[in-house]
């Protein structure tokens, strides 16, 4: 594995494009630093309205033992550090999947997290497009095993052409760290890079940038 101290150096132009692209923040780890637990993945299965549903998520991606040994082959990682434009109040946004989905949500509660994903999702659309800069930037610098990972779940397609089985948007559509098993939270603290959990105010997101 390549020192520590030469990682900020060789990667400096990374970083810099990151902060240009509207990165908030930015930081070159080793590969190893990034944190994989099985309950991460678990928390696909047992929280998210998105499990099964798309090819990128849970189960048709690696499972985190699978990914760990994927990671192990890498020497180098960019944690890459967005702010949401969206923002809902804390009574808001401590429930804010049920008062979105659920029909008998106090109307007042519905609409501001309506506006909250509204706003989030038109906000963040460039996120995704930004990591994929960011990997080919890195293959082209002599990294052809660049990976990018996304924050979020893809929404590339209304719908996910899982009956099929083939992505229609391979060259674009990444898997979520999380739904490998990374614990973004762990891993951006270990980076001494935190994220504010739980959310107040702009939700943090973090993504990740697989270099080697």
Known sequence: MKPAANRPGKYKFLVDAAKELGAADVKVIAAGDVIVEDRVALKCRAGCIGYGKKLTCPPHVPTPDQFRKILAEYHDALLVKF???????????????????????????????????KDHFNGTGSFAPLMLE????????????????????????EK???AGGICLHPTQARIPEHAVGVNMVATAKKA?????????????LMALLLID
Not at 95 to 117: H, T
Not at 192 to 204: A, L, S
Request: aromatic fraction near 12%.
């Open 160 to 162: 996910c052409n899982v």
């Open 134 to 157: 960011l990997e080919r930037r890195a293959f082209n610098a002599g990294n052809p095993f660049a990976l990018a990972f996304i924050n979020g779940s893809c929404r590339l397609c």
């Open 192 to 204: 001494n890079m935190q994220i504010t959990f739980p959310v107040e105010g702009h939700p943090e």
């Open 83 to 117: 702010i949401s434009p969206a923002e809902a109040e804390n009574d808001v946004i401590c429930s804010i999947y049920k008062y979105w989905l659920d029909p008998a949500a106090p109307a007042d509660k519905k609409a501001k997290a309506e506006k909250f994903w």
